[in-house]
């Protein structure tokens, strides 16, 4: 979560955290999300994708 403005750290907790290290042997391309949503305005401000 964030104020009003983006920060972009969602994706780089998801790579921070490993979450998807355990689905890497399986050979399919995964796909990293990170939504970051507003505390104030209750929406999404912000996201980005990766695929890796």
Known sequence: MVE???Q???L???KDKAYADK???AG???HLIGV?????QRNV???AVETA
Do not use: K, T
């Open 12 to 14: 780089q907790q998801l």
């Open 28 to 30: 399919c391309p995964i």
């Open 23 to 25: 689905y890497r042997a």
């Open 8 to 10: 972009g750290g969602a």
């Open 36 to 40: 970051e949503f507003s505390r104030e």
């Open 45 to 47: 401000v912000g996201f």
């Open 4 to 6: 009003l403005v983006p």
